[in-house]
């Protein structure tokens, strides 16, 4: 398969510093691991090993069967008056040839198909078990991981595994079987001639590892380098406005040159590695060869064995020998798919969102929200939120202010259970959120973010997503949030295409979408993340009479940047280093002078 | 493929092979010696059987008592393999480093020219296409074509040298029927393997797609994760995921049926040339039409061969798959660069011009119309700002206040007639474009940096500059103390593998890298959106002292931070409605303020400000 890099670029959500460690150290289990999900289809497995057994029989009956030949050729011709003897024999050994010819081309056929569609349903067993995984994953791990690895973990890495399977797999026991049945059939042949083949044994089996291990480090560096390579260019191609703006092609070029040329040089050792381990092993063969011909042809001269019988060695020898270099050239492969293996058990490892052990249910929710003295972090200590209480009725609408990086976002995360606070508890409609089904309580909310996703598709599915929802209530939360004006106008209405990441729409649009979304449902509880980017004034108007109609009758909780939205709010939390500040309506707030004060005539006078 | 994209691939092809035939023209030494290398290696293939024959029918002969060969000679011969071997070791190797180490050549200084292409290109070519797609003509691309140019070349050239010599030695000193005989399946196998290449190539082809769509999909629902989490999609993703996966299994079984007869069906073709060997050449050995060594020529020849011939299959699609490739490579190589010197008039010499240029900028007339859609993105703008001034641009979305500047830096080139920008009196286009965009400092809207170290950034030019310049830039952007916290200070790594940072942090380390060049014209293009409103507060305050003896054209949404500029202009689809100062457009009591009102909260809803 050609390497489908396409070079994703990480969202750039959560801020602390990732350093995955590609080079994932690979334990005793890896290879258990990795053969761990052939279990379920081990009858087909077996299915295959006999196949291949057959296979081996076939592949070592057709040299016999020339040796056979040539010995009646070698008699024919010392002895001409049996000629005739020995062609009805040459005859019949022709036939058992293409007989057992065509049944190797049965059996193959059989077992080339068993093995690819067995992997092939390994792996898509396996590629759904991790995207369901990946799909149950807490948020800390998509903070932490970059989109383009977990896109590798399910893609590429599965792939990888696959080779393991179709060919690494098969090809070693092949090799083994082949291995074990030529040494079998040698000794039966002759002890003598057995002993002479297996004494260049470790010649080979010396050159192998001595192989094995330079070539395991270029290869690693080889993948190093070309990673170098693709991250490079795909950085440069995102910001060569500023390259050229900078003035800076040339020191570019050369810090590019730089890397491309370690790469070639990489490829040189890789070559020359090459170079010297084929041909040297066929330089042992031919020193196999030459001790064959030697002491058998000696052998033969003392009539103790036939010419066709040292025909068949040296044909096994080769047989024998070529099973050494493919499993030593094995080994890359195999490493690659045991990193791969480990990695996907890396992530299947993860352990999912928690589910509470007895979910009470929010059954008829009302859609209360209580904070009762929470302290959150995302790491150990480093609380975000400190000691934050508050309760919003059913109904209320609560807007939350505060400087950036105050916690607001984190407020809003919370309720939605995308992660667990640490201290202190949170109420929906008097339960716990950590007794309740998260999934549940997600449905009972209706989220818009601040910046908008879009999937490929069309209007309607963005706005339903795939909930089974009829068109009219589509189109009426369209309308609720004032999104239907753009959407008519559009060629194909609410059945007009949505590209890969929504970049036709605007701005604007995409709020009012994502508006639409979120009040689809028909949601107790908001929770709005405002916009801070700016739309042009009438689509702002707008958005802020869309924001007002989704509120009417639910309980909201919106991080406010615009000041329309905070005094038509019930209620404002201005928060500053994690701790509530101050709390009441805007003209409360005002009047105290303090913290909102200050915010207040600094932004907006 | 339509007829116009046809004959475009085709040309790009005939450009593509002139490349190459440029660089078979500098290294075609490295090709000969390859090639004397394979003469050798394949000499020394071929040696190999022809000795064993040759030891066969002494051993035969001596036996039958019309040869006499000694247990001396007999070594000596059987010593002779070892010989050849070793040559062949050293023809091989050396096959491999001369045409393989070429083909690395090819591929080093192939990227290294698509990369200098790239350095070249303007916005014009980035805005259509994707980073996936350039990226991919760095890997799969020419990757597929190093192979063609190395692997490729080197099998062809063995199976066809292989082919010849063998066939040749064979007509000459042996059977010539049996020759016959045995070699008809040959050109079937060839016939064949390159008929099932293009089913293979077709499935393969869907496989990759279904993959492609597959990695598209999953990708998307990785991205949009905290949406589906939110809204309570993950079982229906998983649903959805499902069809692509079962698409996906589903190529891969059509893909594994067709390869499951291929790779039988070489071993049972040449199976049967065995078979027709052990028949045909059987009995004329035993009628002594051909000695039993040749019968083992013959058989060693067959067993050379097969494997190559197996190969050739493999090494069309490689060629194919290169030619595909180097049409696409050679498509952006050749690729034209709208904006360069002398496009319009030559320009001045560097010479003749100031070390820096002062700053007067006149916009006159300006108009600039985008892309296919001719959406007007700019009409008739005039503005002169003279040296020392600060312009602050506001306006919608849309509005054209980016392209106003990718005009000035010649990001974009406006056509004739429609308007000219000058500083100093100067055309910008008749200014050298390096000199140019060397009098511009640059901060972008979208605070682009590099994975490289703080100071690597905000250093960013040729010069190298010392810590304290550098720590200065930082602290008058705000962002010191920030950079300070991280452990390695201005050396710590920014990007994947290191630390990610906030967009404010960015956008306020991209301010540092256009301070530090002291440039005499500084841009900065809405790039305090991501701070808050005190710290950008504190950096206009420093900014201030900054702005001293330059111009500066400074793009906001939020009027604060434009408040304080010399001139305000406000654009509307491309046009200025109003220019002025802050208090002059308030006063106005026109769109400015009425966007005033709207960022401070309109009259009624402020009631409670009062």
């Known amino acids: 398969m050609t390497g489908m890099n396409k070079g994703f670029r990480a969202g750039s959500s959560a801020g602390r510093s990732i350093s995955l460690d590609e080079k994932q150290k690979i334990g005793k289990d890896s290879l258990k691991n990795l053969l761990k999900h052939a279990i379920p289809y081990w009858p087909w497995f077996l299915l295959a090993l006999l196949l291949v057994t057959m296979i081996t029989v076939t592949e070592l009956i057709r040299p016999y069967l020339l040796g056979l030949a040539i010995d009646d050729i070698s008699k024919a011709i010392s002895n001409p008056e049996t000629v005739s003897d020995y062609k009805d024999h040459i005859m019949s050994l022709g036939i058992i040839f293409i007989s057992v010819a065509f049944l190797q081309f049965v059996i193959s056929y059989f077992n080339t198909i068993i093995l690819n569609v067995t992997s092939a349903k390994i792996i898509k067993a396996l590629r759904s078990k991790v995207f369901a995984h990946v799909m149950s994953l807490p948020f800390r791990y998509f903070d932490k991981t970059p989109v383009g690895s977990v896109v590798t973990r399910i893609c590429n890495d599965t792939n990888s595994i696959n080779e393991m399977y179709v060919n690494v797999l098969v090809n070693f026991f092949r090799d083994i079987f082949m291995m074990i049945g030529v040494i079998i059939t040698m000794f039966l042949l002759d002890v003598k ?24 480090k270029i290869h690693t560096s080889i993948r190093a380098r070309l990673s170098a390579i693709n991250i490079f260019l795909s950085e440069h191609i995102s910001g060569m406005k500023i390259v050229q703006l900078f003035n800076m092609q040339k020191v570019k070029q050369s810090e590019f040159d730089k890397i491309n040329l370690q790469y070639m040089n990489e490829n040189k050792s890789r070559i020359k590695l090459w170079g010297i381990f084929r041909p040297f092993m066929e330089v042992v063969s031919a020193i196999a060869l030459a001790l064959i011909m030697w002491v058998g042809g000696k052998d033969v001269l003392t009539s103790t064995i036939s010419i066709g019988v040292v025909y068949m060695f040296i044909n096994y020898s080769r047989k024998f020998f070529h099973p050494i270099m493919s499993l030593t050239e094995m080994y890359n492969t195999t490493q690659a798919s045991l990193v791969s293996s480990e990695r996907i058990e890396v992530l299947l490892n993860t352990l999912p969102e928690k589910k509470p052990v007895s979910a009470k249910s929010l059954y008829d929710s009302k859609g209360k929200i209580e904070f009762k003295n929470v302290w959150f972090a995302y790491d150990d200590e480093n609380w975000i939120l400190k000691d934050v209480s508050f309760t919003v009725s059913p109904g209320e609408k609560v807007a939350i202010v505060g400087t950036t990086g105050a916690g607001k976002t984190t407020i809003i995360s919370l309720i939605l259970g995308f992660y667990r606070h640490q201290k202190g508890d949170i109420l929906i409609d008097g339960i ?30 963005n706005i339903k997503l795939y909930n089974d929802i009829p068109i009219e209530q589509v189109i009426k939360a369209a309308k609720t949030v004032n999104a239907s004006k753009f959407i008519n106008q559009l060629e194909d209405t609410y059945k007009e295409e949505v590209n890969h990441r929504g970049t036709t729409f605007s701005e604007g649009q995409r709020q009012l979408l994502s508006f639409a979304r979120a009040l689809v449902n028909n949601p107790k509880i908001l929770l709005l993340d405002e ?9 702002e108007l707008l958005i802020q009479e869309g924001m007002l109609q989704m509120m009417e009758g639910r309980t909201s909780i919106t ?23 101050e709390q009441g309506t805007h003209k409360e707030l005002l009047k105290k002078k303090g913290y909102y004060y200050d915010l207040y005539t600094i932004q907006y006078s | 493929m339509s007829k116009r994209n046809a004959s475009k691939y085709d040309e790009n092809l005939k450009r593509g092979i002139k490349l190459l035939k440029e660089f078979l023209s500098k290294n075609y030494i490295k090709y000969i010696y390859g090639f004397i290398a394979i003469i050798f290696a394949d000499l020394c293939t071929m040696l190999t059987p022809i000795l064993s024959g040759r030891i066969v029918d002494a051993i035969v002969n001596t036996t039958n008592g019309l040869d006499n060969l000694t247990t001396r000679r007999l070594l000596l011969l059987c010593s002779i393999f070892i010989g050849i071997a070793l040559i062949k070791m050293l023809a091989n190797f050396l096959t491999r480093l001369f045409v393989i180490g070429a083909s690395f050549v090819l591929d080093f200084a192939t990227r290294s020219a698509m990369f200098n292409k790239l350095l070249e290109l303007t916005m014009n070519y980035y805005n259509k296409k994707s980073t996936g797609e350039v990226m991919a003509l760095s890997t799969n691309d020419l990757n597929a074509v190093t192979r063609a140019m190395g692997m490729g070349i080197m099998h062809i050239i063995n199976t066809i040298i292989l082919l010849l010599f063998s066939a040749t030695y064979l007509i000459i000193n042996l059977n010539v029927t049996l020759t016959l005989a045995v070699f008809i399946p040959f050109p079937i196998l060839i016939i064949i393997i390159s008929q099932f290449g293009k089913f293979i190539h077709k499935r393969f082809k869907k496989v990759q797609e279904s993959f ?8 998307e629902s990785i991205a949009g994760i905290r949406v589906v989490k939110s809204f309570v999609q993950e079982e229906y993703e998983i649903a959805n995921f499902e069809k692509f996966n079962e698409k996906n299994y ?10 499951a007869i291929f790779h039988p069906t070489l071993s049972l073709l040449s199976n049967i040339t065995y078979f027709i060997l052990l028949i045909f050449g059987g009995l004329i050995a035993m009628d002594g039409q051909i000695s039993l060594g040749e019968f083992i020529v013959v058989n060693g020849f067959l067993g050379m061969l097969v494997r190559p011939i197996t190969f050739v299959g493999m090494i069309i699609n490689f060629l194919q798959r290169g030619k595909v490739s180097v049409s696409r490579i050679s498509e952006l190589l050749y690729q034209q660069t709208d904006i360069y010197d002398g496009k319009y008039n030559k320009p001045i010499k560097e010479d003749k011009l100031p070390d820096k240029l002062r700053g007067d900028i006149v916009f006159n007339n300006l108009s600039f119309v985008y892309g296919e859609k001719k959406i007007k993105a700019l009409d008739n703008i005039s503005i002169n700002l003279k040296h020392g001034y600060t312009l602050g641009v506001i306006g919608e979305v849309g509005s054209g206040k980016t392209t106003l500047v990718n005009l000035l830096t010649r990001v974009f080139d406006y056509e004739e007639n429609q308007g000219q920008i000058t500083i100093d009196g100067y055309d910008i286009r008749d200014l050298p474009l390096h000199y140019l965009r060397d009098n511009i400092g640059y901060v972008p809207q979208d605070n682009f940096l590099f994975s490289d170290t703080i100071s690597y950034n905000v250093n960013f030019s040729l010069k190298q500059r010392s810590k304290d310049e550098i720590a200065d830039a930082v602290k008058k952007s705000n962002v010191y103390e920030d950079v300070m916290e991280f452990p390695d200070k201005f050396d710590t790594l920014l990007g994947e593998k290191g630390v990610n940072l906030s967009g404010g942090q960015k956008q306020r380390l991209c301010i540092a890298r256009a301070l530090i060049q002291n440039k005499p014209i500084m841009i900065f293009d809405d790039c305090l959106s991501a701070v808050d409103v005190e710290t950008e507060k504190e950096i206009l305050a420093n900014l201030r002292d900054e702005r001293e003896g330059r111009t ?33 457009l308030i006063s106005l009591n026109g769109e400015y303020n009425k966007m005033h009102r709207l960022q401070l909260m309109d009259e009624l809803e402020g009631g409670a400000a009062s």
């Open chain 2, 552 to 584: 500066c054209i400074v793009i906001a949404h939020r009027i604060s931070t434009i408040k304080d500029s010399d001139l305000i202009i406000v654009l509307g689809d491309g046009k200025i409605i109003e220019s002025g100062t802050h208090d002059e």
């Open chain 1, 531 to 539: 916009a801070t980017s700016s739309v042009d004034t009438k689509t």
């Open chain 2, 212 to 219: 492609a769509d597959l990695t598209g999909k999953t990708e």
């Open chain 1, 193 to 216: 001639m057995t002993l002479v083949v297996l004494s260049v044994v470790p010649l080979m089996a010396f050159a192998a590892i001595l192989f094995r291990k330079k070539a395991r």
């Open chain 1, 559 to 581: 991080i406010a940047h615009r000041l329309s939205t905070i005094v038509h709010s019930d209620e404002i939390l201005f928060i500053h280093k994690g701790r509530i500040k």
């Open chain 1, 432 to 461: 716990s959120i950590n007794d309740i089904d998260l999934q549940e309580l997600r449905k009972e909310i209706g989220t818009v973010r601040q910046d908008v996703f879009l999937f490929k598709g069309d209007i309607e599915t």
């Open chain 2, 250 to 259: 589903q190529a891969n079984v059509a893909l594994a049926k067709i390869r």
